[in-house]
Nanobody, 127 residues
């Protein structure tokens, strides 16, 4: 089992940047695929980006492509989400997730593909 803890959220003005971190413990994080999701108030949980365990393959949602960048440092058991050009509609709780299940490329955007979740970190973008 792996435990995930997000950090780095906060209040930022539109056009600004934030870097979220997801620290993993409990198991060898390097063997887990990982992802970022977010959930705005009254909205469904939304897939943002996934990164395979090796870090070499990523999948981005169109809504964040070009603005958000995922990376991971397996030596430090940490995944990052660099967010730029933030918009008020990016306001949400941001969650990291991890999975060591075998999956196809089509599975990565779905929350059900991930067994482990963090508690979330809140991001608020003011206009």
């Amino acid at each position: 089992q792996v435990q995930l803890v997000e950090s780095g959220g906060g209040l930022v003005q539109a056009g600004g940047s934030l870097r979220l971190s997801c620290a993993a413990s409990g198991r060898i994080f390097s063997s887990y695929d990982a992802a970022w999701f977010r959930q705005g108030s009254g909205k469904e949980r939304e897939f943002l980006v996934a990164i395979r365990w090796s870090g070499g393959i990523t999948y981005y949602a169109d809504s964040v492509k070009g603005r958000f960048t995922v990376s991971r440092d397996n030596a430090k058991n940490t995944m990052f989400l660099q967010m730029t050009s933030l918009k008020p509609e990016d306001t949400a709780d941001y969650y990291c997730a991890a999975s060591n299940r075998r999956k196809s490329s089509n599975d990565y955007p779905f929350a059900a593909a991930y067994e482990y979740w963090g508690q979330g970190t809140q991001v608020t973008v003011s206009s």
